[in-house]
């Protein structure tokens, strides 16, 4: 079910990130590629955005532009502005003393392999206290204990105190899961991203990961970037929705509206793909025809003009700009 109400609830509200004409690319052996084309997006105060697409679309490097964390020297970003409050953070991004003030402290990220995320040889207490060490110097040693056990709490770990003093090895999937994300809130920042919080999680925990990062959304009153192929969890959480191809924006829009409306032929097939109980039991189920091309041979013009089943010529060769067919829905396809 589409959550329809806290879309109208957050409509109005101001835009607290605003990613605009971003262009990240990274050295190859094949030379430099462009990971991110000119993507852009606005978030909300209190919202929750959705990022959504097939794997190696850009989602996740987008997510570490916004971070500065981008790999270096092979990751850049050639241009574009990444506006938080209002200040483009691009030009701090060179400035580690600049961006330690919002990194971790305003803008949070819950990365997609808690067991690689966390250190395995520190217990989970020295790396929960890190966070209070980096941001928050003058806090006393017994106050960082607490503060720790009272976030794993928050997060619905049962016998914090007794959790701080284990390793990483020795949690579930899950816990470790809610540890990281216990770890991105202890900051209390104004943005959290969250780069497919629920994967190699079986369902029930996953639905127990949602619910959770919403109930703390609610509660802290931050806004949320939520990273997934899953256009279920979008549905579910999400009141505005990014659908990215190629490393570009092919359509966003508010959720009603994107699955009531989409416009895109890449997000029409992502959608048609999605079985329901409407599906004729064993059937095959329809399908976007052939593969995402790699970075280095993407076409010159739309990038999934090579399995659109309404390419035109003018598809091969011109890059589709962004254009609004309904009011507060964006598409970049020659369509329209």
């Known amino acids: 079910m589409i959550n329809e109400s806290k879309a109208k609830l957050t409509a109005t509200s101001d ?8 262009v990240v690319s990274f050295e190859t052996e094949k030379g430099r590629v462009k990971a991110v084309d000119g993507a852009g997006f606005k978030l909300k105060k209190g919202a929750t955005l959705g990022i959504v697409g097939e794997s190696g679309c850009g989602k996740s490097v987008t997510a570490l532009a916004i971070m500065g964390l981008l790999p270096k020297p092979s990751g850049r970003i050639e241009s574009g502005t990444i506006e938080f409050k209002s200040e483009d953070m691009v030009p701090l ?3 580690q003393g600049e961006m330690h003030k919002i990194r971790g402290r305003q803008i949070s990220m819950i990365f997609q392999e808690p067991m690689t995320a966390l250190n395995p040889v520190q217990k989970i207490g020295v790396q929960m206290n890190e966070v209070y060490q980096l941001h928050f110097p003058l806090m006393k040693s017994h106050d960082m204990d607490n503060a720790s056990i009272s976030m794993l709490a928050q997060v619905g770990i049962a016998s914090p105190d007794k ?3 284990q390793y990483p090895h020795e949690l579930s999937g899950g816990m470790r899961q809610r540890v990281m994300i216990a770890m991105a809130l202890s900051s209390k920042p104004d943005i959290l991203i969250a780069d497919e919080p629920t994967t190699a999680l079986d369902v029930t925990v996953q639905a127990q990961i949602l619910d959770m990062i919403n109930d703390l959304q609610a509660k802290l009153g931050m806004s949320v970037i939520i990273i997934t192929h899953d256009l279920g969890v979008i549905a579910e959480n999400c009141d505005d929705a990014v659908v990215m191809y190629g490393g570009r924006v092919a359509e966003r829009a508010a959720v009603p509206d994107l699955f009531s409306n989409p416009v895109h032929p890449y997000t029409q097939g992502l959608l048609k793909s999605i079985p329901g109980f409407a599906t004729t039991p064993k059937s095959t189920l329809p399908t976007i025809k052939g593969q995402v091309p790699s970075l280095d041979k993407m076409p010159s013009g739309c990038r999934f003009s090579n399995r659109c089943d309404h390419v035109m010529e003018i598809c091969r060769s011109a890059v589709p700009l962004e254009t609004e067919p309904a009011k507060g ?5 020659h369509k329209y």
Do not use: D, Q, T
């Open 15 to 22: 835009i607290i990130l605003n990613v605009s004409n971003l």
């Open 93 to 95: 991004m060179g400035k």
């Open 329 to 333: 829905h964006f598409v970049a396809c």
């Open 163 to 165: 959790v701080i003093r």
